[in-house]
């Protein structure tokens, strides 16, 4: 009867990464995040790029409540003694050049290290330097973010359809991601150029975002870890007090998710649809 979100005191990790939350667009899903925050606390909160997505609000403003709940539980956690690094993203790259200073608490870095309980060293870096489309043709990646934008529209559009028939979400955007050749090449290309970024550099493993596919795995010996994102998969890989990593879905955390939703506070609860149990698939 009680969802596991109900728990009175929030599970702890030593670390937690989020990324691609995606502020200021209407794909946010602020409030499972919200939820999500409430609920985990950790030594170590690392915002691993495209927390705000600057390119979509200079095109039009969309800054919910819930958007701006987000940036206050963050500061409030930097405030009880989080130590929170905030790593700026392609999206995000106006918070670039504040790289080195700290504000509320919150220290904004190009890339940061992370040493794991079991005496790791992490790259932590967005990772969007590695995307040579970005990297050599900007104007073709806003035309990807577009397309992107307008995929989760349909999706949204075809999901309620299929709601009011009472049938289970559908991920139209993860399954072009997964399914298409071209995508799996570039998902698989960027974790290889990622893993060996790190490997060059003398780290034990990397932690980025960017790709909006959550990941734990090894990479011919060196650690590959994606915390994912907060617009479809609602992901953040965390690291347990022993210094085991592990991908974590709001949707798995939450056990139940339909009673859970109706039990969340009533102004964070509104927007909260059925568990998009398809993007739990790897
Ligand atoms: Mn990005």
Known sequence: MSPTLQQTAPRRYRAIW?????????????????DFLRHHDADYLYLVGDIVDGWQ???????????????????????????????PGNH??????????????IAIRQEAEHHTADGRRLLIIHGDEFDGV?????????????????????????N????????????LSQYLKHKVKNAVNFISDFEQLLAG???????????????HKAEVKDIDGVLYGNSGDWVESLSALVEHPDGRLEVVYWTQLLGKPAQAAHSAEPAASANLEPAPEATCAS
Do not use: M
């Open 18 to 34: 989020i990324s691609d939350v995606h502020l200021g667009t209407s794909g946010c899903r602020a409030e499972h995040l919200l």
């Open 197 to 211: 970024e790190a490997r060059r550099r003398g780290f034990d493993g990397v932690v980025c975002g960017h790709i």
């Open 92 to 105: 995000d790259e106006a918070a670039r050049q504040y790289g080195g200073l700290d504000f509320g608490g």
């Open 134 to 158: 970005i990297q050599y043709a900007k104007w073709l990646a806003y035309l990807g973010d577009n397309l992107y934008t307008l995929i989760l529209q349909l999706n949204r559009g075809y």
């Open 57 to 87: 609000l200079r095109k039009s403003w969309y800054w919910k409540q819930s958007h701006n709940d987000v940036v206050q539980k963050i500061l409030r956690k930097a405030r009880k003694g989080t130590r929170v690094v905030y790593v």
């Open 160 to 171: 309620w359809v299929r709601s009011q028939l009472g049938l289970p979400y559908w991920s």
